[in-house]
């Protein structure tokens, strides 16, 4: 089962300063996520065929750009 997506939950803004911190904290990271930098994978996503992190129909999966590796 797809997990759901934080999509509408959390704004570029605020995804980008969750994942800052988690990376600075856990992961010994120090370079800053900004809004953009989320908005930019965002779009990228939905450009390979996600959308809210789910392929939501198989129209949508079909017609993904197949050039975007997102794993």
Not at 5 to 30: C, H, K, N
């Amino acid at each position: 089962m797809p997990m759901a997506s934080f999509e509408d939950v959390l704004s570029d803004a605020r995804l980008a300063e969750l994942i800052t911190f988690v990376r600075a904290y856990l992961g010994a990271r120090e370079e800053v996520i900004t809004a953009n930098d989320v908005k930019e994978v965002r779009e990228m996503l939905e450009k390979a065929g996600y959308s809210g992190g789910l392929h939501v129909t198989p129209d949508m999966y079909d017609e993904r750009d197949g050039n975007i590796n997102v794993n």
